[in-house]
């Protein structure tokens, strides 16, 4: 025993004269995927960075009595067993740059279009502590989107989190693209200032660069961020992604500025998390998601907020489904934390309705206290006759036209025109005016 | 304060900690500083000289080997008249920014226990004024009431129609505990009441859902430890709001995977019966005051079966249970009338007359759900006769228990109403009876009494 501890008490001291271990280090015992199991580091702190010697990047994500757990962030080459291990002093950080808008960047603030990385750029701690609850305001500015069926009837507020969800190819990302857009409008024509910053979660690289060039082609970079994970980085990288993005928001927001973020999307950050747990060895729960997946998007979800120093965050996370089920597990975890959420449904979408949102069960928390008056005004009555008009479509579909009583054939005639007015396409916004112009008419009682 | 021990492991929810004496206990409260920052933990499992403890909060910075003391009373609440109109963190500190809490007492948060002989029974009705709720599951005085539903169909819009309702009305000393949900609704919770200046008879306890699971779980121990106060030694009758009571077995479920404790189905603790136990037998009604309880329930994947809301809704005396399928076609509060209930629906509790309408209603509703699958294929005009009848006064009624609620003004942009229920049981006997047969079925829609 003593001549053990000897030799390692002589052995440190030499490595401290001859200098070659300036920084703590230790080995690689165990190497499973993105996780390792070091053994030497001592005196390292839950979530510290680390360095894999010319291989690559981690940090702490356990700590045990007699090793260290590594999730591995960035692999240059394969990392093998005896692979030396730095720790670095510091907690793991993501990389900013303030020029980054209007560019495609990572946590680690390297510029995808060209590789390099910016030239000034700010260390920023992955996850804050969530805003406490005394340092939040009621939520009750519009962030408009252009689109009339929400901004008429399911209105999101600055500091919302609305939720976006539906099956593939129904136009979820569309829509985040729509409001992303839709804020240019209001900064040329009202003067708004709210950056926009959009989170890939796990996407293709051609996926990204799409998004991007719609994006520059509509001007809407100038006040864009795009901070990405691509399908190719680690689970690690891509389950802090979001974290990352939300970090930058709330930035902003300690600026009093405007922010509106888009996260897409988050049953992908689920699955990926399930697998960095699955892993590890944790227990699986529910459909084998870990028991922390509500907690994972519950404190990131909380992130969105209107601050008291008048700055916000809104968030618009995008949820993929399957065949059109938004009360599976995620669905409804993620349901029960946002206020409200944007139905979108492959039937109305291949009906041609699109945006293909789901009225009927569609919903907005706040409601009017979003809107401004006359908006509110419409928008509720519009909602009702629309929804009275898809309850009642069911149930008397098949009855006969000519015995409905002459109010019933009115209601069907008027539902029909309002589902018909609500269509609009892509990247055509409109004004709060051009919406109540439009709708004024219908929104009218007829008794 | 004296080291106690040193820590040997950490991860996200669990640390451990070699103990240097045998000195400790299960909940006691241990605390260190790393960076000027204080860390604290509880703990949950000893095995000869270590100990396994839950953080208080993230652990992002803290290493090995340092080492740790311990805390005098453990997880304690200080409290005294000047609790009410303040709000606290799951731990029982004011969070509010206000002047500290003077000439108190401290209370540990898992003292108390009720013996059997101290429980009291009240036969007091309590109305609220939401036509279904009194209706379909009349609340008593010192009653367990569970507010279920999935995601997004309207608990949290009903826990605050009740808090308007039956604490504006009467006005007894309230505590409301936010547990695991949004931090945003607490905080106009808070703004709502203060704005009204109703704040002097209400205490609030937050651990919300961007909190870790150690604070989500205690925050109900800490608002219960209030309420027990104001019933105990205030001698008075208290309301208590528990908003989510899910999000207290889901925090309990979370800290069970970082103990490495084997789960049972869906991945909840082994012990989520007895923890759920724990809990709720201390909601309880003694000789000094009753406590009467509103306690929302999350239903994972609207899935009613599941075992944490079947666990829960055994201590219940009454439930209410919202349904997607209802909130989707516009009915609100989207209450499914087959699944609510509550133990009053007892003739000689409320009344022949009142027994025997919610009977014929449930009769007539039942038969209209049969009656639409019929529809949906054949059309209203091959039912026969009687059907008919039935089909068009059942949509009357549902309709009639739509009602336009104070909190959602903003939504509906119709007027708050409270109904008393002398009204709804006749205007339920006049829809029942055909009273109002000529008159169209929207008319009844979100409004509040008929038959004035």
């Known amino acids: 025993m003593n001549t053990h501890i000897d030799e390692l008490i002589s052995k440190k001291i030499e490595q401290i004269k001859t200098n070659t271990n300036v920084f703590e280090s230790g080995k690689v015992i165990k190497v499973k995927d993105y996780i390792l199991e070091v053994s030497g580091l001592e005196n390292v702190a839950f979530f510290e960075k680390v360095t894999i010697w010319e291989k690559g990047m981690g940090y702490i994500n356990e700590i045990r009595e007699n090793t260290v757990i590594v999730a591995i962030v960035k692999q240059y080459e394969p990392i093998q067993v005896g692979d030396i291990v730095n720790a670095t002093g510091e907690p793991f950080k993501a990389i900013f740059a303030p020029e980054s808008v209007g560019r495609i960047t990572n946590l680690f603030g390297i510029d995808l279009l060209t590789g390099n990385s910016f030239d000034k750029t700010t260390y920023i701690d992955i996850e804050n502590p969530i805003v406490p609850i005394m340092d939040r305001r009621e939520v009750n500015r519009p962030m408009l989107t252009g689109i009339a069926g929400i901004d008429l009837m399911y209105p999101i507020g600055k500091g919302q989190r609305q939720l976006i969800i539906g099956d593939k190819k129904t136009g979820k990302t569309q829509i985040a693209l729509d409001t992303i857009v839709n804020q240019g409008i209001q900064r040329r024509d009202f003067g708004e200032d709210t950056t926009c910053i959009y989170i890939a979660v796990g996407k293709t690289k051609k996926e990204i660069r799409t998004i991007y060039s719609e994006l520059l082609k509509r001007n809407a970079l100038s006040y864009t961020i795009m901070i990405v994970s691509t399908n190719e980085d680690t689970p690690p990288v891509i389950s802090l992604t979001p974290y990352v993005g939300l970090a930058i928001a709330e930035e902003y927001m300690a600026k009093k500025k405007d922010v509106l973020v888009v996260i897409d999307d988050l049953k992908a950050h689920a699955d990926n998390y399930r697998e960095i747990s699955l892993t590890s060895g944790k227990t699986p729960g529910r459909e084998a998601y870990p028991a922390d997946i509500f907690y994972l998007h519950a404190r990131l979800l909380e992130k969105g907020c209107q601050h008291k120093n008048g700055g916000s965050i809104t968030i618009l996370p995008i949820v993929e489904t399957r065949g059109g089920d938004i009360t599976d597990y995620i669905s409804t975890n993620i349901i029960s934390i946002t206020d409200g959420q944007i139905v979108l449904s492959e039937k109305e979408f291949s009906k041609g309705q699109k945006p293909a949102i789901s009225y009927g069960v569609s919903v907005s928390r706040l409601g009017g206290a979003v809107q401004n008056e006359k908006m509110k005004a419409l928008g509720t009555k519009i909602r009702r006759k629309l929804l009275s008009y898809l309850e009642t479509k069911e149930v008397y579909e098949l009855a006969n036209m000519d015995e409905m009583t002459p109010e019933l054939r009115e209601k069907m005639r008027e539902g029909k025109r309002i589902q018909e007015e609500l269509k609009q396409m892509k990247y055509c916004p409109l004004s709060e005016k051009e919406i109540i112009d439009k709708f004024r008419e219908l929104g009218e009682e007829n008794e | ?452």
């Open chain 2, 1 to 452: 304060m004296e080291t106690v021990g040193r820590i040997l492991e950490i991860s996200e929810l669990n640390v451990k900690v070699l103990l240097y004496q045998n000195n400790l206990h299960i909940k006691d409260v241990i605390t260190c500083t790393m960076n000027e920052k204080d860390y604290e933990f509880e703990i949950v499992e000893i095995e000869q000289n270590i100990a396994y403890a839950i953080p208080f909060e993230r652990v992002t910075g803290l290493k090995k080997g340092l080492e740790v003391s311990k805390k005098e009373k453990g997880l304690s609440v200080e409290y005294s008249d000047q609790i009410l109109g303040r709000i606290f963190n799951s731990y029982g500190q004011p969070i509010d920014n206000e002047k500290i809490i003077e000439s108190t007492r401290t209370r540990n948060v898992y003292d108390r226990n009720i013996n059997m002989k101290e429980i009291s029974m009240n036969n007091e009705p309590l109305w609220t004024g939401i036509k279904a709720l009194d209706f379909f599951a009349p609340l008593q005085k010192g009653f367990k009431m569970g507010l279920l539903g999935g995601a997004g169909v309207g608990k949290t819009v009903l826990i605050k129609e009740i808090i308007n309702n039956v604490y504006k009305k009467f006005r007894s000393n309230t505590v409301f505990v936010g547990v695991g949900e949004r931090s945003r609704e607490g905080k106009e919770l808070y703004d709502e009441m203060e704005k009204d200046n109703l704040l002097d008879k209400m205490s609030m306890v937050f651990g919300q859902m961007g909190e870790n699971p150690c604070s989500r779980s205690k925050a109900v121990y800490s608002g219960l430890t209030l309420a027990e106060y104001l019933r105990d030694e205030k001698k008075q009758d208290v309301l208590i709001f528990i908003d989510n009571i899910y999000r207290f077995v889901q925090a309990k479920s979370e800290i069970a995977t970082e103990l490495k404790r084997i789960p049972v189905e869906n991945g909840y603790p082994a012990t989520m019966a007895s923890d759920i136990s724990e809990v709720e037998e201390r909601i309880n009604s003694t000789q000094d005051g009753s406590i009467t309880s509103f306690q929302a329930i999350y239903i994972p994947a609207d899935d009613i079966t599941d075992e944490a809301v079947q666990a829960i809704t055994t201590h219940l005396d009454g439930q209410v249970v919202l349904d997607r399928k209802v909130a989707e076609k516009g009915i609100y509060p989207a209450i499914n009338v087959f699944k609510t209930n509550s133990k009053t629906i007892d003739p000689e509790k409320i009344g022949n007359k009142h027994y025997d309408l919610v009977q014929e209603t449930l009769r007539y509703l039942s038969r209209y759900e049969e009656l639409e699958e019929i529809i949906a294929v054949l059309g209203i005009d091959e039912l026969s006769e009687e059907d008919r009848r039935i089909f068009y006064r059942s949509r009357k009624l549902r309709n009639y228990f739509t009602q336009p609620l104070f909190v959602s003004e903003n939504y509906t942009g119709i007027k708050g109403q409270m109904v008393d229920i002398k009204d709804v049981l006749i205007d339920v006997e006049d829809i029942l009876t055909g009273k109002y047969d000529e008159i169209d079925e929207s008319k009844f829609l979100y409004r509040g009494t008929i038959h004035e």
